[in-house]
């Protein structure tokens, strides 16, 4: 497992594993479904122009294929020290720990190398397996936020996870 800056090459694969509404119904709205080269291509771009700072996005390699992808997007205001993580991965690599490492190592690299002192995930509460990747990485449950998302026609409570930098000794 490697994790590393996206390139316009990775476009190609990148489509291939959004191309699957099993991980489409656990992210946020705004993917296009069928998800095309272009739209990955588009991505991409989007991902290597972004203002300096304002998010961290990384590619997930696998058996040298691309099979997900990790972003860690700070937020603004008075909460511009913290960030939220979203995460994917291909469907033929769940269950097998690659996320929780993933999401170690993301982690380990923010805290070191920005001013970001708070980590911050909201999957859905029926993701069971996304709940499971974050307290495998040490992340703690905060919370349930009661009908905070409405997606697929369903009004959905979400789960809020944490990890505070100074707690991140915990997962070394």
């Known amino acids: 497992m490697l994790i590393k800056k ?20 656990n992210l946020r709205d ?25 998010q961290y996005c990384w590619a997930i390699y696998y058996d040298h294929k691309v099979i997900g992808s990790v972003g860690v997007f700070r937020q603004s205001n008075i909460h511009y020290r913290s960030a939220e993580v ?20 993301v982690c380990h690299y923010i805290f070191t190398n920005t001013d970001i002192i708070r980590i911050y995930a909201e999957p859905f509460e029926y993701n069971i397996a996304s709940c499971r990747v974050l307290e495998k990485a040490s992340f703690q449950l905060e919370g349930t936020l ?22 991140e000794k915990n997962y070394e």
Not at 86 to 105: D, N, T
């Open 30 to 54: 705004g993917i296009p479904y069928p998800y095309t080269i272009k739209h990955a291509e588009e991505f991409i771009l989007e991902v290597l122009n972004a203002k300096k700072d304002s």
């Open 6 to 25: 996206w390139e316009i090459e990775d476009a190609n694969e990148l489509s291939k594993v959004l191309n699957n509404p099993n991980i489409l119904k």
């Open 86 to 105: 979203g995460y994917y991965i291909s469907e033929e690599y769940w269950g097998k720990g690659i996320m929780g490492e993933v999401i170690k190592e």
């Open 146 to 167: 009661r009908n905070h998302a409405y997606k697929n026609n369903c009004i959905l409570n979400m789960k809020l996870y944490s990890m505070i930098k100074e707690e």
